[in-house]
């Protein structure tokens, strides 16, 4: 007969998405492997602030919400260049002035360089970021000030059960997990481009990446895979 496949996700997931797994009778590990919260520097200013604002993440707009809140900062005074999907649909909900967006921080920056009405912006960050994005605007003789509004913590833990099946969300999340667990020759499913750089600078080979970078979209690109690939036999 065969086994159930075993899919460990490095997030815990939306109890709908959660649900659709157990549909297809997958058996599912989801572990929080890293930790964000809000962290504002005391002694920011309203002042300091360029009315282009970057932000790259639903916590960079979280925080960023506060800042304006704390700090009297008109939001409708600013423009927001942000990642899409998951990031955009939050900083508009959350009535934000979205001017760009794009899929990733590299492509992000260009769109910034695109306008040539930007010499300044504040970058909404976390104290673990990659720099593609503040490098790619130095270089091009913009300013940059970042802004370290949010902590990610590494939370790794040990999955004990052999798996068939890794979920990344983040590079962070890779990092993480891969502290406590050895590396493995399971499929490994990354949310985005830039996970999925660095799971594959890590040793992952076997990698996939949904269509677009939604939890729903990573699930079903798992479903489609194991639906062609299915499980062997015992």
């Known amino acids: 007969m065969t086994r159930k496949l075993h ?9 709908f998405n959660f649900q659709k797994l ?17 962290d504002i ?5 309203k002042l300091s602030f360029h009315k282009d604002i970057v932000i790259t993440s639903k916590m960079g707009v979280i925080s960023f ?8 900062i008109d939001l409708q005074k600013c423009s927001i260049y942000c990642l899409s999907h998951g990031t955009r649909k939050y900083a508009k909900n959350s009535g934000l002035k979205i001017v760009k967006t794009a899929s990733n921080a590299s492509n992000l920056a260009e ?5 040539p009405d930007v010499k300044a912006v ?11 994005l503040s490098e790619r605007l130095i270089k091009a003789e913009v300013i940059v000030q970042e802004v370290i509004a949010y902590r990610t913590d590494l ?7 052999p798996y068939d099946a890794i979920l990344f969300f983040s590079p962070s999340a890779v990092e993480s997990f891969l502290k406590l667990n050895p590396l493995k020759p399971a499929a490994c499913f990354c949310l985005g481009e830039t996970t999925a750089d660095y799971a594959l600078k890590h040793g ?19 479903i489609n895979h194991f639906s062609i690939y299915p499980a062997h036999a015992m």
């Open 7 to 15: 899919i460990v996700s490095t997030r815990c997931l939306d109890s």
């Open 22 to 38: 157990n549909e297809k009778e997958f058996t599912f590990s989801s572990v929080d492997f890293i930790r964000k919260k809000v």
């Open 41 to 45: 520097p005391v002694n920011i200013s």
């Open 65 to 72: 919400l506060q800042i304006a809140r704390m700090k009297g």
């Open 111 to 115: 769109e910034i360089l695109n306008d």
């Open 122 to 132: 504040t970058y909404i960050c976390s104290n673990k970021r990659r720099n593609e």
């Open 155 to 161: 939370t790794p833990a040990k999955i004990e059960q």
């Open 204 to 222: 992952y080979v076997d990698i996939h990446i949904p269509p677009i970078p939604t939890e729903e979209s990573l699930l079903e690109t798992v």
